[in-house]
């Protein structure tokens, strides 16, 4: 449950940091024009962290029934 909250709230968070207003400082890179901030990279490693986590524990337990 923890590995699956961590990819929903990252999903979450980084959506709505698309509404919030930030000042210049806070954006850390463009993508296609779209600024992405600080806080949305952090989400994008909540992401695939929580992604790859899953994916780990997928891969043991089905290891595991054999």
Do not use: C, H
């Amino acid at each position: 449950m923890f590995f699956w909250g961590l990819v929903l709230y990252g999903i979450a968070r980084f959506l709505i940091d698309f509404l919030r207003y930030y000042e210049p400082s806070m954006i850390a890179l463009r993508v296609a024009g779209a600024p992405i901030t600080v806080n949305q990279l952090i989400s994008l490693g909540m992401i695939v962290t929580g992604a790859a986590l899953l994916i780990w524990k997928g891969r043991q337990a089905k290891a595991g029934q054999t």
